[in-house]
Structures are given as C-alpha cells and as structure tokens.
C-alpha cells in the first residue's frame, strides 16, 4: 500500500499485542508514514548498523533487512554483520559511531561510558544456562566440571562470561572451549564438549521439542535482552525513523530470524537507559578497562 503524496515514500505497520487466547493473538495495528526529507540529512554520509550475527551463513539476515530499509526509504544505512568480531566490540567499547544491536553488557558499557541511547529491546529476558548431558553420570554439579571443556560461542558473549565467572568462585579451574554453533554442538552424537554454556530460550526451545536430555548445573541472573542502541551524534530524525521500524510489525517480522536467536516471541518494545545500568557490564570491566 502506498501513500500518493509528495513527501511520503512508504508506510508500513506497527503493531500492538491485546491478547491471545486458544493460540489466536490479536493485534492493533497502526500505520507509520516515513517522510523522504527525514532520511535526506547528511545523505552522502552512510551510518552503520551492527547487528550481532557472527556467522557467515547468516548474511542473508543483513543482506534482507538492508533491501527492505532500501524499498521504504531509508538509504542512510548500511547494515553490517558481526563476523568480525573485534570490530563489533570495539565499536561499542571505544564509542564509534552507528547504530548497534547489542548485549546487555556491551550497551550498558557504552550507554555509562559514551551516551549511547537505548531505542528498542527485545522484550523476553535473557539469562544464559551451563547444561550438560544427563547421559553422563559423573557430572552432576558444577564442581564436577573442575578441568573439562566447556562450550560456548566467542569471548566477551554472555555465555562465554558465564563460563569464567562461574568458575572462578567454584571450583579451581575448567577449560572453556568457544565454538562456531553451540545448539549445533549439544546435537553430536559425539562431543569433546562436558557442558555447554547456552541461553535459557534456546535450551527451553529445545525441550519443547521433546529433547529433555540436559540438565542446568549453573544459571545467570535475568536482565533485559538485546537492544538496539544509537551513538548520541546520530540525528534524532533518523534514530527515530529507525526506532520506528524496530517496533514496527514490518520490521518485526524482517527481524524474526535474528531475533530468534536470543528470544523465543521475537517481539520488540520501547527501551530506556533504565533497562541497561552500568552493573549489567561488571563482566567486562577486567577486560575492557
């Protein structure tokens, strides 16, 4: 549907959840209208949006979510992916500029330390688990890990913090072990991994399908999810025209195989500097300082 007016290149729409009842979820629906002229300031210059996906199989996320910014009018952005890992994170942790979708940790460092603005959040808590197989009886508490491989995704992640911080306060020492795809790992029929430090959803999702096979020995506390953030000299036209989109049906859809990845509802909601203290980023402080 299009809107024949001068100023107005598409719409798209936003979407509230009233309810659902029997499976059904009913939804309102709102139209949000992007002025041309709000996207056309400083257009020779492009901004950069991260977003966390660290494998290559995934471009096509990017690669879609940047032709459909493109087709409503949004041609200031230039959607990146988090391959490059270090790049990723130092972007957060010396304040370049863009837009990011990040950890809690990593946006509660560059809200306290650079003024970054939260715009929108995934709405499900996140918490990240150390699981390990029930098949194997001689792992029954964390102490019983003390110097087995334990599986989790690249350093700095949640999951991989998990790992040293709970290590370091029970037993003397384990070996974490970083791996392309956790959930892909805990599939082998064969692992070299004892346990696997993964997100709470993804462990949960699996057990809805039936896989019960794993037990949690450790938990993390339960924060807000990831965020979409914005370095403070981006202009509030285009911060909103994003923040727009996020909480858009259209862009809650586009989204959905990204937001997959760390909720189970995909849905995303307004966020506040509240959302993220600086405490959220204890974890990295001997890293990062």
């Given at each position: 549907?299009?809107?024949?007016?001068?100023?107005?290149?598409?719409?798209?729409?936003?979407?509230?959840?009233?309810?659902?009842?029997?499976?059904?979820?009913?939804?309102?629906?709102?139209?949000?209208?992007?002025?041309?002229?709000?996207?056309?300031?400083?257009?020779?210059?492009?901004?950069?949006?991260?977003?966390?996906?660290?494998?290559?199989?995934?471009?096509?996320?990017?690669?879609?979510?940047?032709?459909?910014?493109?087709?409503?009018?949004?041609?200031?952005?230039?959607?990146?992916?988090?391959?490059?890992?270090?790049?990723?994170?130092?972007?957060?942790?010396?304040?370049?500029?863009g837009f990011y979708v990040a950890p809690p940790h990593f946006a509660a460092w560059a809200i306290a330390n650079h003024g970054f603005l939260p715009l929108a959040r995934l709405a499900e808590p996140l918490s990240f688990v150390i699981a390990t197989n029930k098949s194997d009886k001689s792992l029954f508490?964390?102490?019983?890990?003390?110097?087995?491989?334990?599986?989790?995704?690249?350093?700095?992640?949640?999951?991989?913090?998990?790992?040293?911080?709970?290590?370091?306060?029970?037993?003397?020492?384990?070996?974490?072990?970083?791996?392309?795809?956790?959930?892909?790992?805990?599939?082998?029929?064969?692992?070299?991994?004892?346990?696997?430090?993964?997100?709470?959803?993804?462990?949960?999702?699996?057990?809805?399908?039936?896989?019960?096979?794993?037990?949690?020995?450790?938990?993390?506390?339960?924060?807000?999810?990831?965020?979409?953030?914005?370095?403070?000299?981006?202009?509030?036209?285009?911060?909103?025209?994003?923040?727009?989109?996020?909480?858009?049906?259209?862009?809650?859809?586009?989204?959905?195989?990204?937001?997959?990845?760390?909720?189970?509802?995909?849905?995303?909601?307004?966020?506040?500097?509240?959302?993220?203290?600086?405490?959220?980023?204890?974890?990295?402080?001997?890293?990062?300082?």
């Amino acid at each position: 549907m299009q809107i024949l007016l001068k100023t107005f290149t598409s719409i798209f729409y936003h979407s509230r959840l009233l309810g659902c009842a029997t499976g059904i979820c009913v939804y309102m629906l709102s139209t949000v209208a992007f002025s041309q002229s709000t996207f056309d300031t400083h257009a020779d210059k492009r901004i950069q949006l991260f977003l966390p996906i660290q494998h290559t199989s995934q471009q096509e996320v990017a690669d879609s979510l940047q032709n459909d910014l493109e087709h409503i009018g949004i041609n200031q952005i230039e959607v990146k992916t988090a391959i490059y890992w270090h790049n990723f994170q130092q972007g957060l942790r010396q304040g370049h500029l863009g837009f990011y979708v990040a950890p809690p940790h990593f946006a509660a460092w560059a809200i306290a330390n650079h003024g970054f603005l939260p715009l929108a959040r995934l709405a499900e808590p996140l918490s990240f688990v150390i699981a390990t197989n029930k098949s194997d009886k001689s792992l029954f508490e964390i102490g019983d890990l003390a110097y087995k491989p334990i599986c989790s995704s690249k350093p700095l992640n949640l999951d991989y913090l998990l790992i040293n911080n709970t290590f370091e306060k029970s037993v003397s020492s384990a070996i974490p072990t970083t791996v392309d795809s956790v959930p892909k790992e805990m599939k082998k029929a064969k692992s070299a991994c004892a346990a696997f430090s993964i997100s709470n959803h993804l462990l949960e999702r699996e057990a809805r399908k039936g896989t019960t096979k794993y037990i949690r020995l450790a938990q993390s506390l339960r924060t807000k999810n990831y965020v979409l953030v914005a370095h403070p000299k981006i202009s509030k036209q285009l911060s909103k025209g994003i923040k727009d989109y996020f909480l858009s049906n259209r862009g809650e859809h586009q989204l959905m195989p990204l937001s997959l990845l760390f909720s189970n509802s995909g849905e995303w909601v307004k966020a506040t500097t509240k959302d993220y203290p600086l405490e959220h980023a204890d974890g990295l402080q001997k890293y990062w300082q």
